[in-house]
């Protein structure tokens, strides 16, 4: 199996949009969490807006989706930093801009 990467079209700005993943349609807002240990989130919601994950936290080097498997989502988000520090955690400026969200899923390489 080989995994597909998906750029999800997120800014630094806060955002709603609806989006395909791994053939599904789900609603994505995109917001800050301006706290002491705030920073970017994501709510997910099926197509007819009503929510199935919210506050997400967009974090670098793990799986966001990790732990809510039950809700079906067939595929993986992951934060992806560029520049010095790959690890570096997006922020209020540099989300969609240095920091990066894809969606991964399996497909069959067969």
Do not use: H, R
Not at 20 to 37: F, P, Q, S
Request: hydrophobic share 45%.
């Amino acid at each position: 199996m080989a995994e597909t990467p998906f750029l999800v079209p997120v800014t630094n700005v806060p955002q709603n949009f609806q989006l395909v993943l791994a053939g599904i349609t789900y609603g994505l807002t995109c917001k800050w969490n301006d706290a002491d240990e705030g920073g970017w989130v994501i709510d997910i919601a099926d197509e007819n807006g009503v929510p199935l994950a919210c506050n997400i936290p967009l974090i670098t080097g793990a799986d966001c989706l990790e732990g809510l498997e039950y809700l079906g989502i067939q595929g993986s988000l992951f934060v992806v930093s560029t520049g010095a520090d790959a690890w570096a955690v997006p922020t209020l400026e540099n989300l969609g801009a240095n920091s990066f969200l894809y969606f991964l899923t399996e497909v069959d390489s067969g």
